[in-house]
């Protein structure tokens, strides 16, 4: 069995190079990040913890606001170092509370860009969850009525520069997704605790004789692939390094691995690692062997259309439509 479908106990015993690579890593992301090198990652996605009071298995989420981003702040720092020049962050933050809203995607793009980052776009993820109304405030009176927030948003940085180097036959996004991903407006469910796909997955025979050990074991917040499997499209290039420090249940690292690109997976929890173990296991790559696509590129490279959607085509990953 290969080191890299255990979970790594931070620190690691040996000192391996890349040690972080394509790694579950149980520890502290404070830690975690302060011990990668410098410049290793090309994109971050992550999704932190709120503080609104969800229940996590090891973090205490209600701090008081402003003691709350002091606490946040150190990881960005860490992010940004290890971002490579012209690499990506995409934070995911919620409108957080209805009665006692704070504006934490202000305050954490504030936080962000006093670190020197450039700030490039914000995407409304548009979660479709309106049936669930449970706010109303002053229903149908002036007085004090409440905007029950329906979306979240994923904001976007770049480190140095916009432009992100890569080798163009590693880029592999179809004009379709293309077209699709650029409207910055995405309509995608949110996973919930009922609804974890893998979950059910993961843990079949135990469900089916105990249908409560789901939401019991489910993670509060976990994020739909759909989302990932977008942010991992639009902003890397195969082959690239995609990191969650927050990592909860997996869904970047299974996300970055399907779509051949490398991982490194943080949680504080060994509970959520465990579940990413499992989950990356049953996860294979859906993308044919670097060689063998560069070699189809090549082959397509005189024919109209781009040279990477032919070879895709030749190698079956996509159908013409
Ligand atoms: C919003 S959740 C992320 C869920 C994840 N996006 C998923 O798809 O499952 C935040 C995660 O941060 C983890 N966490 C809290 N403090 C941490 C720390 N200091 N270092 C690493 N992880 C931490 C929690 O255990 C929790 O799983």
Redesign the pocket.
């Known amino acids: 069995m290969s080191t890299a479908s255990n979970i790594l106990h931070f620190p690691p015993k040996k000192s391996e190079d890349a040690w972080w690579r394509d790694r579950i890593i149980h520890?502290?992301?404070?830690e975690v990040l302060g011990a990668m090198p410098k410049e290793s990652v090309h994109l971050a996605i992550?999704?932190?913890?709120?503080n609104v009071g969800l229940d996590?298995?090891?973090?205490h989420d209600s701090m008081p606001y402003e003691k709350y981003l002091k606490w946040i702040a150190p990881f960005w720092k860490q992010v940004a170092r290890v971002l490579v020049n012209g690499g990506r962050f995409a934070l995911n933050v919620a409108p957080t509370s209805i009665k006692d809203f704070r504006p934490i995607h202000y305050d954490m793009a504030r936080q962000l860009r006093d670190l020197g980052l450039i700030m490039r776009t914000e995407i409304l993820w548009y979660k479709q969850t309106m049936r669930r109304r449970t706010a109303w405030g002053s229903f149908r009176s002036p007085s004090n009525p409440h905007i029950i927030p329906s979306w979240e948003y994923v904001l976007v940085f770049s480190k140095g520069a916009w432009k992100l180097e890569g080798e163009r036959g590693y880029s592999d996004i179809t004009s379709k997704e293309f077209i699709e991903f650029s409207d910055g407006f995405w309509r995608i469910h949110p996973e919930t605790k009922k609804r974890q796909p893998f979950m059910k997955s993961l843990y079949e025979s135990k469900t089916r004789k105990n249908p409560d050990k789901i939401k019991k074991d489910a993670?509060p917040?976990?994020?739909p692939e759909k989302l990932i499997y977008r942010l991992i499209k639009f902003y890397t290039y195969r082959n690239n390094v995609v990191l969650?420090?927050?990592?909860?249940?997996?869904?970047?690292a299974a996300v970055a691995k399907r779509t051949g690109r490398s991982f490194v997976h943080?949680?504080?929890?060994g509970k959520?690692c465990e579940i990413a173990k499992e989950r990356l296991k049953a996860v294979g790559s859906d993308q044919p062997d670097l060689m063998e696509l560069r070699a189809a590129v090549e082959r397509n490279a005189g024919k109209p259309g781009t040279p990477w959607e032919k070879a895709r085509a030749e190698l079956e990953l996509i159908k013409p439509t």
């Open positions: 520890g502290n992301a404070l992550t999704s932190p913890p709120y996590y298995d090891t973090h993670h917040a976990a994020f969650d420090p927050f990592g909860g249940t997996g869904t970047v943080v949680d504080v929890s959520y």
